[in-house]
């Protein structure tokens, strides 16, 4: 019981870091979320399935 608790009260920590990480952005987005921007995800050079956007147009460099 008391690992139970133990692990419960991680895993809340942790979702409540992560709401408080999307309250405190501006929109509720976070930034550099597209795994076509990162090279080892992307070896092919494919655009990103979800926004389009090329490996080279990655505003996060």
Do not use: H, R, V
């Amino acid at each position: 019981m008391k690992l139970f608790l133990i692990s419960f009260g991680l895993l809340a920590l942790a979702f409540a870091g992560i709401a408080i990480k999307i309250w405190g952005k501006k929109n509720g987005e976070f930034s550099g979320t597209c795994a076509s921007q990162n090279a080892n995800f992307n070896e092919d050079g494919e655009p990103c399935s979800f926004c389009g956007k090329m490996p080279e147009d990655c505003e996060n460099k």
